[in-house]
Nanobody, 119 residues
Framework: QVQLVESGGGSVQPGGSLRLSCVASGSIFGIYTMGWYRQAPGKQRELVAAITSGGGTNYADSAKGRFTISRDGAKNTFYLQMNSLKPEDTAVYYC?????????????WGQGTQVTVSS
């Protein structure tokens, strides 16, 4: 069984920063991609940023220049550093990973962490 546990959400004023973390635990043989998604009220879940096992990254246009995704392969942990936050960044943020575990190649989601940007 694989679990993703997120941390680091909270409330911040516009222009502030937050760092989200996601730790994958369990029977993990290899992690292929890790990503952060977000879902605002009344909107569909959208990709914010993703990183491959080789270090390649992909960002939503709204995140480019402000957010940075990174990973610590030794710890099965990945991060989303969010700077210059805007009210429109308010959403529940979910981490996501595609990995090979005892059940084969599967996709896992974290439980979500709330990010609120408001003055």
């Amino acid at each position: 069984q694989v679990q993703l546990v997120e941390s680091g959400g909270g409330s911040v004023q516009p222009g502030g920063s937050l760092r989200l973390s996601c730790v994958a635990s369990g029977s993990i043989f290899g992690i292929y991609t890790m990503g952060w998604y977000r879902q605002a009220p009344g909107k569909q879940r959208e990709l914010v940023a993703a990183i491959t096992s080789g270090g390649g990254t992909n960002y939503a246009d709204s995140a480019k220049g402000r957010f940075t995704i990174s990973r610590d392969g030794a710890k099965n942990t990945f991060y989303l550093q969010m700077n210059s936050l805007k009210p429109e960044d308010t959403a529940v943020y979910y981490c996501n990973t595609n990995l090979r575990g005892s059940g084969g190649l599967m996709t896992y989601w974290g439980q979500g962490t709330q990010v609120t940007v408001s003055s």
